[in-house]
């Protein structure tokens, strides 16, 4: 049974930087396209960053580009989300998710951790 288990979110200081962790067990991380996504309260799930494992392509929301950065550790079935330069609009519950295709429609993705919080403040 695949899981995808997130770690890494807590609170930051506006400015500040976190760093998230996706472990896949069960899923071959390396055939698949895994992205981060975050939903805020009242607000529809978005996607954040997306990488596709096999070339190592990347793409990243207009609102966090140039401050955040995925990357996956390919011997530890893993994906990472550094964020850096944190807002408060960063606030919000951060999901890890693994499917087949390079897109940001949530629907897409088979396989979705249970989410890790991550809050900033002014």
């Known amino acids: 049974l695949a899981q995808l288990v997130e770690s890494g979110g807590g609170s930051a200081q506006a400015g500040g930087s976190l760093r998230l962790s996706c472990v896949a067990s069960?899923?071959?991380?390396?055939?698949?396209?895994m992205g981060w996504f975050r939903q805020a309260p009242g607000t529809e799930r978005e996607g954040v960053a997306l990488?596709?494992?096999?070339?190592?392509?990347?793409h990243y929301a207009d609102s966090v580009k140039g401050r955040f950065t995925i990357s996956p550790d390919h011997g530890k079935n893993t994906v990472y989300l550094q964020m850096n330069s944190l807002k408060p609009e960063d606030t919000a519950m951060y999901y890890c998710?693994?499917?087949?295709?390079?897109?940001?429609?949530?629907?897409?993705?088979?396989?979705w951790g249970q989410g890790t919080p991550v809050t900033v403040s002014s």
């Open positions: 998710a693994g499917g087949p295709s390079f897109t940001f429609v949530p629907g897409s993705y088979t396989y």
């Open positions: 069960g899923y071959f991380v390396n055939r698949a396209v």
């Open positions: 990488i596709r494992i096999r070339d190592d392509m990347t």
